[in-house]
């Protein structure tokens, strides 16, 4: 089955760089790849996705990648602030079976 | 948000007794899940179903079983609680070609 590693479980910027998450999988059958943002206390709400015919994706300050050879995919936040600060989901699923599987989670700090 | 809710929002359990958890949505979405969220491993899925009567394992299934006797209706179970299913428990439902949505979660404690 599909199985997301997602790096790094922490990171910390300053306010107004950049962040970068990664997250790999490993089935070649999936197809959508979606970013959530939890914040504290809060459920998992989407905030970009990308389909497998799509290398990128921007919507504002946030971009997505995909890289279906390499079986890679990234979140890049530019301009960072702090109500950037939540932990970060990258998942994967297919199409077909829609079994949607999460990443372990990515902690965002954006120091002022 | 959309109209998924979860029942109870917290439980606290002993050792050793069956506990039900219940997702209810409005939306009419095919998809449901169950996922578990824990320090360190993200949101991990329990079980899944993709129509009513069809569920499928994810890849902490041991201990839990599912029910779906309608399209609205989304059943966990521990059969048999252990302090290791101490958690918060997360449901969602997608229609199948993108977003899923989240309900509030149920903080499930095992003692």
């Known amino acids: 089955g599909e199985n997301v590693e997602q790096h790094p479980s922490t990171l910390s910027v300053q306010e107004g760089d950049s962040a970068v998450i990664k997250c790999t999988y490993s089935?070649?059958?999936?197809?959508?790849f979606p970013w959530y943002k939890q914040e504290l206390g809060k459920r998992p709400q989407l905030i970009i996705d990308i389909r497998s015919n799509v290398g990128e994706k921007k919507d504002q300050r946030i971009a997505v990648t995909l890289n279906k050879t390499a079986k890679h995919f990234s979140l890049h936040i530019t301009e960072t602030q702090p109500e950037d600060s939540a932990v970060y989901f990258c998942?994967?699923?297919?199409?077909?079976?829609?079994?949607?599987?999460f990443g372990q989670g990515t902690r965002l700090t954006i120091n002022p | 948000d959309a109209g998924i809710t979860q029942s109870p929002r917290h439980k606290v359990t002993e050792t050793g007794t069956p506990v039900t958890l219940r997702c209810h949505q409005t939306?009419?979405?095919?998809?449901m899940y169950w996922y578990r969220q824990d320090p360190g491993h993200g949101l991990r899925l329990i079980h899944y179903?993709?129509?009513?009567?069809?569920?499928d394992k994810g890849e902490v299934s041991d201990g839990y079983s599912v029910s779906r006797s309608k399209t609205e209706d989304f059943l966990l179970t521990l059969e048999s609680a252990t302090s290791s299913q101490t958690s918060v428990y997360f449901c969602?439902?997608?229609?199948?070609?993108?977003?899923?949505?989240f309900g509030q979660g149920t903080r499930l404690t095992v003692v």
């Open positions: 179903s993709y129509g009513v009567k069809d569920t």
């Open positions: 998942a994967a699923t297919d199409q077909g079976a829609q079994k949607l599987v």
């Open positions: 969602a439902t997608t229609l199948g070609r993108g977003e899923a949505f």
């Open positions: 089935d070649s059958a999936s197809n959508y």
């Open positions: 939306e009419n979405h095919r998809y």
